[in-house]
């Protein structure tokens, strides 16, 4: 039996950053909570909009969203700080409801008047009403969730979220280690089998509540504050994952009575057994096992830090690099204790140079204001340390560069 059926009206569009990072099914997206300060500043600016003075130099005045877009560079089109979103999603507060999602197909216009500026949407038709969809006798179903866009392009990012882990040195003294392997192998990789040992105060019991799921790390590398030289943490090179199959144990030794008398029982240590479930190179005896922590699903709302931070790159994310471009990995030397959290946007400052001022007579030697070389995005931070996504970026950036708190 042949029937029609109009699409649910699809969220109008919202140029926000709550949309899942690709670690949570695109469905939850439009259950992440709205906190108050950025429910009151879109509130503010559903009232007039906003400057015309804040729009990009060239922002247009319509746009179709397409597949492949991403938040991020949306809102880059429109206003000149893209983290902005709740100013954004102000402007055409009066239809947006929900601020979580934007999909290809809708489409932005941008209106100004008296010097202010405010967006309204509709579908790509022009019609801006919901488009009706004939549905054939036989069972069909497309989530319109799964084809929300990202706020970032994720394949960026996803690699960061497992692979990382920054200790401090009395827990990597603590950290199980593999002592053997199956056939006297030199190299472990996927799907090989090998044994492990845990500290006096962790052993790998393998009992009911205990990790299971470990990571698999050659010897973690220190991280050194630029400026101080004070080792931050130790960055834990990843190399693969394990999973525990038996927990390490003491028996009897055999020898202990072989003459049938009661007596000393010599004890025998017997490691744990792991099987290698993943790889990265090739791990081998001696490299470390660290929990496997738990899954997150994660929400990133890039945003500038409400108080002024300061900090320095500590190191750049991946063998044999010296200098980083865009959407690369930095570590910089701020983490929770600074008040860094997942979403905050820093600015990388190139140092102005010194010349000297051929216009005065006295020849005096001046410095030239720095200048932002681009921009970063904290996704995952640590007590002292914290991993960042360059998300824009005009020359490389090195080991010791400078960050601040966006102006």
Request: glycine letters at 8%; hydrophobic letters at 40%; zero cysteines.
């Amino acid at each position: 039996m042949a029937g029609t059926s109009t699409v649910a009206a699809m969220a109008p569009v919202v140029l926000a950053f709550l949309a899942s990072f690709g670690l949570a099914p695109a469905a939850q997206a439009q259950n992440y909570p709205i906190s108050a300060a950025q429910q009151a500043t879109a509130a503010q600016v559903a009232q007039a909009g906003v400057p015309v003075a804040d729009l990009a130099p060239n922002a247009p005045d319509s746009y179709t969203v397409k597949r492949g877009d991403t938040l991020w560079g949306i809102s880059g089109l429109f206003l000149t700080s893209p983290w902005r979103w709740p100013e954004l999603w102000g402007m055409n507060m009066q239809d947006v409801r929900n601020p979580h999602l934007i999909y290809p197909g809708q489409q932005l216009f941008l209106d100004k008047k008296n010097g202010r500026a405010t967006l309204r949407t509709a579908m790509a038709d022009g019609q801006g009403e919901p488009q009706t969809v004939r549905v054939s006798p036989r069972t069909r179903y497309e989530s319109l969730s799964d084809n929300a866009l990202t706020t970032l392009q994720t394949r960026l990012i996803e690699p960061f979220l497992a692979e990382p882990i920054v200790t401090d040195e009395g827990s990597l003294k603590q950290a199980a280690r593999i002592v053997a392997t199956q056939e006297d192998r030199v190299m472990l990789s996927r799907g090989d089998r090998a044994y492990a040992r845990g500290s006096l105060e962790a052993p790998l019991s393998g009992e009911k509540g205990q990790p299971r799921s470990f990571r698999i790390f050659h010897t973690a590398v220190p991280l050194k504050d630029p400026g101080t030289g004070e080792i931050l943490g130790y960055e834990a090179q990843y190399a693969g994952k394990a999973t525990l199959i038996q927990g390490e144990s003491l028996r009897v030794a055999k020898e202990a009575d072989k003459d049938g008398k009661d007596g000393k029982r010599a004890m025998e240590i017997v490691p744990a057994t792991i099987d290698v479930v993943a790889s990265k190179g090739e791990a081998q005896v001696g490299d470390h096992l660290l929990p496997e922590p738990p899954r997150e699903l994660l929400n990133y709302v890039p945003r500038a830090p409400a108080q002024d931070i300061e900090g320095r790159v500590v190191s750049v994310y991946g063998d044999a690099v010296s200098n980083a471009a865009q959407s690369q990995i930095v570590v910089i030397n701020r983490g929770t204790r600074d008040g860094i959290e997942r979403g905050h946007v820093l600015s990388l400052l190139s140092d102005g140079g010194m010349l000297v001022d051929r216009t005065d007579p006295k020849k005096p030697m001046i410095t030239l204001p720095d200048e932002r070389n681009g921009l970063v995005m904290v996704f995952r931070p640590f007590e002292r340390v914290s991993y960042a996504l360059i998300l824009e970026i005009k020359n490389g950036v090195k080991v010791g560069d400078r960050l601040s708190s966006p102006r």
